[in-house]
């Protein structure tokens, strides 16, 4: 039996203050589980939920840029520089996951996970967060209360 690749867990503790995007993480993280699990199962839909994760990351890229522009996030260029290149990578992995090297499924799902699970929860997407909620306490004093 193939061994269970270890999924990605979103927690409210990881919430980035705005809830349309905590919404997409977590529909994210269940799409690269939903990979994993037809990779394990050895299912035929695995490319058709790679595709389905590259558009709902084009998606979500977009929604994320939207409003670290509206914040004016001052790190928001890296961040779109670190999305630019993450796309970059995926798109040759789905290249030559296309033209038959199978082998490359798991590290492609690997790649994946890691890249979110480090993106969305440990550097760059809790960076425009804390920028964010720190701007939300100036404006507001007493909400550091609450
Ligand atoms: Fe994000
Ligand atoms: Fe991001």
Redesign the pocket.
């Known amino acids: 039996m193939m061994q269970k690749i270890k999924r990605l867990q979103w927690d409210s503790k990881f919430s980035v203050g705005f809830d349309e995007?905590d919404e997409q993480?977590k529909k994210l993280f269940e799409i690269i589980n939903k990979a994993m699990g037809a990779y394990e199962t050895q299912s035929k839909d695995l490319i058709g939920i790679f595709t389905e994760l590259s558009d709902y990351l084009g998606y979500?890229f977009m929604s994320?840029e939207n409003i670290m522009a509206e914040i004016r996030y001052p790190g928001r260029e890296q961040h779109h520089l670190k999305h630019q290149e993450f796309i970059k990578k995926f798109i040759g992995f789905l290249d030559d996951y296309e033209s038959g090297k199978d082998k490359i499924a798991l590290n492609l799902l690997i790649f994946l996970r890691d890249w979110l699970f480090e993106h969305?929860l440990k550097n760059e997407?809790p960076g425009y967060s804390k920028f964010y909620k720190k701007s939300q306490n100036k404006e507001n004093p007493d909400s550091k209360l609450t």
């Open positions: 995007l993480h979500h994320e969305v997407d």
